[in-house]
């Protein structure tokens, strides 16, 4: 795996300014892509995003979602990690393809 990738599984931004949150012109549609697999973890403020878990640890599956929805240029890294839900894989299969509109259409 990416030796970037793996920095930050270990120590994710908790807020970003949108400047900071790669490809921010389709970052909703990535925010709406994840709620449907960890609902309601990614915070949007005027200026800044934030990283707000359900869970304290937060789970791998939401640190992968939160990273996904702000570096999606990780997609095929990330896709890479054993262990991922059937929901996530099929995300970042569509968003490694380009094609987030067949993600829609299975879900």
Known sequence: MEKELLELIE??????????????????ERVSAVD????NTIG???GF???IPDNNPPLKEEVICW????????DSEIIKIDGLSEELTLLLKYSVENNLQAFWNEM
């Open 67 to 74: 990273l996904w929805a702000i570096r999606p240029d990780l």
């Open 44 to 46: 949007v403020s005027n």
């Open 36 to 39: 449907c697999i960890v609902v």
């Open 49 to 51: 995003v934030e990283f």
């Open 11 to 28: 120590n994710y931004p908790k807020k970003l300014n949108w400047k900071d949150v790669r490809d921010f012109d389709n970052f909703d």
